[in-house]
T-cell receptor, first 117, second 114 residues
Framework: GAVVSQHPSWVICKSGTSVKIECRSL??????MFWYRQFPKQSLMLMAT?????????EQGVEKDKFLINHASLTLSTLTVTSAHPEDSSFYIC?????????????FGPGTRLTVL | QQQVKQSPQSLIVQKGGISIINCAYE??????FPWYQQFPGKGPALLIA?????SEKKEGRFTISFNKSAKQFSLHIMDSQPGDSATYFC?????????????FGTGTRLTIIP
């Protein structure tokens, strides 16, 4: 149980285009999902917290207009990187939080490798 | 202070040995401490987690030791195997008022040699 998927697993795009990454909780409902960014050999950096049916909460320094997050249902959150540039190339990982007595537990997706040319 | 300090940065252990990774925190409001294992090109996978009301938790070969007064916690991997070679992250969060944001340590790259 507690499986989180991401699509696509990798994407290559041209500078200036937009890329959408999907995060799905496959076997549970996630009221809260998180989006992280990870550079090579570094730790995970939280970008934003996404709650179903409400606006995402972004961490300090993360551009809201560049990284659009939509949490339309209890099993799906999307991250859209708008007008992508080479410096946006990174590994993007989502996580979903279980509710109830395991409310603190976050389960991570497999990640999406974004390369902007 | 939201920082979680993790050491060592890298660790080499012989097969069958004990791998020990340490983390320290400042914020006494933290009340949930998970450890994640990450293989290259993959997302982190929850390994084991502990709350401050216990000093130790064991699951198979993995044990978390927790020292509330010292604000430290550690991961012990017994009988380490080559398949355990991965990057390990400690983390901490605060449960109060639904603030479940995880603060991650900097990671430890573990290599198990035959």
């Amino acid at each position: 149980g507690a499986v989180v998927s991401q699509h696509p697993s990798w994407v290559i795009c041209k500078s200036g285009t937009s890329v959408k990454i999907e995060c799905r909780s496959l076997d549970f409902q996630a009221t809260t999902m998180f989006w992280y960014r990870q550079f090579p050999k570094q730790s995970l950096m939280l970008m934003a917290t996404s709650n179903e049916g409400s606006k995402a909460t972004y961490e300090q320094g993360v551009e809201k207009d560049k990284f659009l997050i939509n949490h339309a249902s209890l099993t799906l959150s999307t991250l859209t990187v708008t007008s992508a540039h080479p410096e946006d190339s990174s590994f993007y990982i989502c996580s979903a939080r279980l509710g109830g007595s395991l409310a603190d537990t976050q389960y991570f997706g497999p990640g999406t490798r974004l390369t902007v040319l | 202070q939201q920082q979680v300090k993790q050491s060592p940065q890298s660790l080499i252990v012989q097969k069958g040995g004990i791998s020990i990774i340490n983390c320290a925190y400042e914020n006494t409001a933290f009340d949930y401490f998970p450890w994640y294992q990450q293989f290259p090109g993959k997302g982190p996978a929850l390994l084991i987690a502990i709350r401050p009301d216990v000093s130790e938790k064991k699951e198979g070969r993995f044990t978390i030791s927790f020292n509330k007064s010292a604000k430290q916690f550690s991961l012990h991997i017994m009988d380490s195997q080559p398949g355990d070679s991965a990057t390990y992250f400690c983390a901490a969060s605060i449960s109060l008022f639904g603030n479940e944001k995880l603060t991650f340590g900097t990671g430890t790259r573990l290599t198990i040699i035959p």
